[in-house]
Every structure is written in C-alpha cells, then in structure tokens.
C-alpha cells in the first residue's frame, strides 16, 4: 500500500509546551546550556538527519549480512561467524 501524505505543512515552530528546554552538557558539572526557538530547530533537524544517516547504514549493513549468510553453507563456518558492524580504520 502506498503511503500518501495527509496535506499538512511542517509549520517549523517550537510546541507551545516547551518554555524552556536545556542541553546537558556532560563533560562540565551541572552545567546547562539554554536552548530557545531556532536552536532548539536546528538541534531537531540534526537529530532527525543523524536517524535517517544511521537508520540507512543499518539497512545497508543488514543486506551485507544476508548476503553473507547465504555463503554459510558448512556447520564450523556458521559457528564461527560473527556478526555486527565491521571495525572502521
């Protein structure tokens, strides 16, 4: 079934519940950073092209295993086998 948009436009406005949001910074001691209107955005819109990078890579890495996993023919090599993501250099 194909997916059809519903017609309603992303208004890019910050939710009327949220006065206020603070970013943690982890490497000081309590230490928060204010975050208001365009950079609470510009974090939303990074967060959601970071899923959609990671969420690609997941997909690509899962039809490599497939792939790999349809060349498993023999008992030691299936046991052998270790799957996850490869070791980047």
């Excluded at 690609?56 to 996850?84: D, V």
Aim: proline letters at 4%.
């Amino acid at each position: 079934m194909p997916v059809q948009a519903t017609g309603k436009k992303k208004t890019n406005t910050v939710p009327s519940c949220i006065s206020q949001f603070c970013q943690h910074v982890a490497s000081s001691v309590n230490h928060d950073i204010s975050m208001h209107g365009v950079l609470l955005q510009k974090l939303e819109a990074a967060m959601v092209r970071t899923m959609v990078v990671k969420g690609f890579r997941i997909h690509e890495r899962q039809r490599q295993m497939k792939e790999e996993a349809a060349q498993l023919t023999e008992m030691n090599a299936i046991f052998a086998c270790q799957p996850g993501w490869p070791q980047e250099v």
